[in-house]
């Protein structure tokens, strides 16, 4: 995600989850009064109408009660966690969303370079980056043929990547991109090791390193894109390649497989319907 929308949206979060329970002066609201969503109120209407008819209401109103007690003990401790667990993370988003367009075009929002983040990664460039961020405010990136269609995008990503096609601005882009592919938790790294243990099971203990890491970059492409397997284009080269000798290994080692072993298997992954899903 573009680190300047995730930044807007971490601070939108923090600010609906306070507004649920705080007034705008930060004072508590009233247990009647915190928003705990129309879900739970329609659930609680619900409930107390059908023990209104059993004249057991008032019994059930202070049970109520404390479910909301708790719920706002919760709400609480969700933004203490919020608190806690994203205030570095949000401020490295914060400062990651002056690279985005809408504020390095724009010479009123656009920050200092001083500003921006991560500048150890600019190294011994630093001069020339500094120069390069003062120079493509002034620059008419739509007279560029750096875009597609000639248009200013408005992810950071790939502003970036059309950036470094221009001769006169690849350092400030090299730098721009080496501080959004850098991972701001351990959740994208704690998704990767869960994609392996998923793909290199037991029964598939001998797959090559090579076979994983394509199998990872594809999921991995296809969940980023929101693309369906069933719609991965299939080449000729891949049906090729997909024999017993190259995706594993014999006895320890690559290709110990018979020719005709070989030969046997690339011919019936070519002229038998080859299921993508198996590799995926």
Excluded at 77 to 94: M, T, W, Y
Excluded at 104 to 129: C, R, W, Y
Excluded at 180 to 197: C, D, G, K, M
């Amino acid at each position: 995600m573009d680190p300047h929308k995730l930044s807007n949206e971490l601070e939108l979060l923090r600010k609906t989850l306070c507004n649920r329970i705080y007034n705008n002066d930060g004072t508590d609201k009233g247990i009647e009064k915190i928003d705990f969503g129309a879900k739970f109120q329609q659930e609680v209407n619900s409930h107390l109408k059908e023990f209104k008819e059993r004249q057991q209401v008032k019994e059930e109103e202070s049970k109520v009660l404390d479910v909301k007690r708790r719920c706002r003990i919760f709400i609480v401790e969700a933004i203490d966690q919020v608190r806690s667990r994203l205030c570095n993370a949000a401020e490295a988003f914060k400062n990651l969303s002056l690279l985005n367009p809408s504020k390095v075009l724009n010479q009123t929002a656009k920050g200092d370079f001083s500003d921006l983040p991560m500048l150890h990664l600019a190294k011994n460039n630093s001069d020339e980056i500094e120069q390069q961020y003062r120079k493509i405010t002034v620059t008419d990136w739509r007279l560029e043929s750096v875009f597609e269609n000639n248009e200013i995008p408005d992810d950071t990503t790939k502003f970036g990547l059309g950036v470094y096609h221009h001769e006169n601005f690849k350092e400030l882009a090299a730098y721009a991109l080496t501080c959004l592919v850098t991972p701001a938790s351990n959740a994208i790294v704690e998704r990767i090791f869960s994609l392996v243990t998923a793909i290199k099971t037991k029964p598939r203990n001998r797959m090559q390193i090579n076979l994983l890491d394509a199998i990872i970059r594809i999921r991995a492409h296809l969940f980023e894109n929101s693309i369906c397997c069933k719609d991965m284009r299939i080449t000729d080269r891949m049906i090729t390649n997909f024999k017993s000798d190259i995706l594993y290994s014999y006895g320890g080692r690559i290709g110990v497989a018979s020719t005709s072993h070989s030969q046997q298997t690339a011919r019936s992954a070519q002229e038998e319907e080859v299921d993508i899903t198996m590799f995926l």
